[in-house]
């Protein structure tokens, strides 16, 4: 195995990962942003109160999202287990 195979791989788990967390992170980012908008419209400056409507959105976006976030791991790892033999040959 050459070190230019394992930077391929290394990077192909990185690009998987951020995919993967892209849309849970983008729905508390958007979330988060509407609360504290919604919070400094009203004036109540209260940290607990993001917590909850964030967490309701994360859950949601990860059972609507869910199904991709798997197949994608899926395709993943069934092409890293399928390049183990070309990896071990060097070719």
């Given at each position: 195995?050459?070190?230019?195979?394992?930077?391929?791989?290394?990077?192909?788990?990185?690009?998987?990962?951020?995919?993967?967390?892209?849309?849970?992170?983008?729905?508390?980012?958007?979330?988060?942003?509407a609360?504290?908008?919604?919070?400094?419209?009203?004036?109540?400056?209260?940290?607990?109160?993001?917590?909850?409507?964030?967490?309701?959105?994360?859950g949601?976006?990860?059972?609507v999202?869910?199904?991709?976030?798997?197949?994608?791991?899926?395709?993943?790892?069934?092409?890293?287990?399928?390049?183990?033999?070309?990896?071990?040959?060097?070719?």
């Amino acid at each position: 195995m050459n070190p230019d195979a394992v930077v391929e791989i290394g990077q192909a788990a990185l690009v998987v990962g951020a995919k993967l967390c892209a849309p849970l992170l983008l729905t508390a980012l958007v979330v988060g942003f509407a609360i504290s908008l919604l919070q400094s419209i009203t004036q109540v400056q209260e940290m607990t109160i993001s917590f909850v409507p964030k967490l309701v959105a994360v859950g949601i976006a990860l059972v609507v999202c869910g199904h991709w976030m798997i197949a994608e791991l899926m395709s993943f790892t069934t092409d890293l287990f399928a390049r183990i033999p070309a990896l071990l040959s060097g070719g």
